[in-house]
T-cell receptor
Framework: GAVVSQHPSRVICKSGTSVKIECRSL??????MFWYRQFPKQSLMLMAT?????????EQGVEKDKFLINHASLTLSTLTVTSAHPEDSSFYIC??????????FGQGTRLTVV | SQQGEEDPQALSIQEGENATMNCSYK?????LQWYRQNSGRGLVHLIL?????REKHSGRLRVTLDTSKKSSSLLITASRAADTASYFC??????????FGAGTRLTVKP
């Protein structure tokens, strides 16, 4: 069964609105979760590391005020794309990893900003 | 940022042929993982190889790891049309974040 559940799978929003994406670890408590973004025909780019109970760590070039991450519990991390614009349209995907084992990915969220 | 490069960027073969994809990375790693992604969909985990391992097999998949050269290869034997997808390598370091290569788009023609 799924280890990571991501919701919604698809969302279309108007430019200027905010969108929240949820990532749930179903199988174990995850103190750390990772958020990635993938543009069409490109690879996955790590956006940020979500840390339970503390601030997220953002990769260089990722605006922390635009991509708000909240990791309020050991099983849930949320990514909010604030004031979304068409250039934010992308495939967003989260993951969790337990020790030196495979990473488990959510199903991904396809965001389209119109 | 991405970890490294994969080659080739695109590979087109006939069904039944073998497909080899290569991945290079830059930093020290705990493990390296290979994933498949069908167009517009999520990732499917294929195989994980740890830094102290040199080769692993899983069905028609064979993965090698050369930490001295910081490179890995994925071999798919007896390819099928259903193997058509993008393949990514990803490395995990001490803090567990995964860094992905650019990916190889494999097309297997029936």
């Amino acid at each position: 069964g799924a280890v990571v559940s991501q919701h919604p799978s698809r969302v279309i929003c108007k430019s200027g609105t905010s969108v929240k994406i949820e990532c749930r670890s179903l199988d174990f408590q995850a103190t750390t979760m990772f958020w990635y973004r993938q543009f069409p025909k490109q690879s996955l780019m790590l956006m940020a590391t979500s840390n339970e109970g503390s601030k997220a760590t953002y990769e260089q070039g990722v605006e922390k005020d635009k991509f708000l991450i909240n990791h309020a519990s050991l099983t849930l991390s949320t990514l909010t794309v604030t004031s979304a614009h068409p250039e934010d349209s992308s495939f967003y995907i989260c993951s969790v990893q337990r020790g030196n084992t495979e990473a488990f990915f959510g199903q991904g969220t396809r965001l389209t900003v119109v | 940022s991405q970890q490294g490069e994969e080659d080739p960027q695109a590979l087109s073969i006939q069904e039944g042929e073998n497909a080899t994809m290569n991945c290079s990375y830059k930093t020290s790693i705990n493990n390296l993982q290979w994933y498949r992604q069908n167009s517009g969909r999520g990732l499917v985990h294929l195989i994980l190889i740890r830094s102290n391992e040199r080769e692993k097999h899983s069905g028609r998949l064979r993965v090698t790891l050369d930490t001295s050269k910081k490179s890995s290869s994925l071999l798919i034997t007896a390819s099928r049309a259903a193997d058509t997808a993008s393949y990514f390598c990803a490395t995990a370091s001490n803090n567990n974040d995964m860094r992905f290569g650019a990916g190889t788009r494999l097309t297997v023609k029936p």
